[in-house]
């Protein structure tokens, strides 16, 4: 498979051809999942009538082409990262599929905790110089996900490399998970809501950090810190 063939090119690759690959593999899935994000939110959906925009004013002038910016540098940043993989994973895949959701549903753990706690950490006096880049979005569009200072794009990026401390992962799952990652933050931010019939009792708006769920963190700044779920939100009462 031209998959597996790649993924084995590049654990022994020299380093500087795999930091390209990876670097393109991460500016690949940034540009196609905020660029069709965009595209879904601000031109398909609405004509379909299918859910609703949640914000409706338009962004700052130039704010996109500020985030594009930022995300172009956290894109680099992730490519560095991602040669950590190298010497920490085994192989390319699980051994079985059930190890393979095992190392999957740790991950999400693990990821919810991690998460939370940077994100409250950097939410601290000392630390919210850095975290502020991300929270110019408060008209947040698909490109905000990842427009962040360097230093938080490091703390984004180490998420893997320190589960894989712990955890060792094939590079097709450490792959997989950080390209789910970034399609999750691009999601969250898309300012678009599918289900705006949904009630807010319904298990999914009770579970699942959904757009107008993260929307809320950036104008309002101290509830909703979670990513992918909200049950740190709810544990820490910071939900808002
Ligand atoms: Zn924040
Ligand atoms: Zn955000």
Request: with cysteine.
């Amino acid at each position: 498979m031209w998959v597996n063939e790649l993924l084995s090119y590049w654990l022994q690759a020299p380093w500087a051809i795999a930091l390209v690959m990876a670097t393109c593999v991460h500016m690949t899935i940034y540009f196609a999942g905020a660029g069709l994000g965009s595209y879904f939110t601000s031109n398909l959906w609405p004509r379909l009538h299918l859910g609703q925009t949640i914000d409706t004013h338009p962004p700052r002038p130039k704010q996109v082409m500020g985030e594009i910016r930022n995300g172009i540098v956290a894109c680099l940043v992730f490519g560095v990262i991602s040669l950590s993989y190298r010497a920490l994973c085994t192989g390319l895949w699980p051994a079985s599929w059930p190890m393979g959701l095992l190392q999957i549903t740790a991950f999400v753990v693990f990821n919810n905790v991690y998460s939370y706690a940077t994100h409250r950490m950097l939410h601290s006096r000392q630390l919210i110089r850095i975290h502020r880049v991300h929270h110019h979005s408060v008209r947040v569009t698909p490109w905000s996900g990842y427009s962040v200072h360097p230093v938080e794009a490091v703390i984004i990026g180490a998420t893997l490399p320190l589960f894989m401390l712990v955890v060792p992962l094939g590079i097709g799952t450490a792959f997989l998970l950080h390209a789910l990652g970034m399609l999750f933050t691009t999601c969250i931010h898309c300012n678009y809501d599918l289900m705006p019939n949904c009630p807010d009792g319904n298990w999914i708006k009770r579970l699942v950090d959904d757009p107008g769920y993260h929307r809320l963190h950036h104008t309002r700044g101290n509830v909703n810190y979670g990513f992918t779920s909200r049950a740190m939100d709810r544990l820490f009462r910071t939900i808002g």
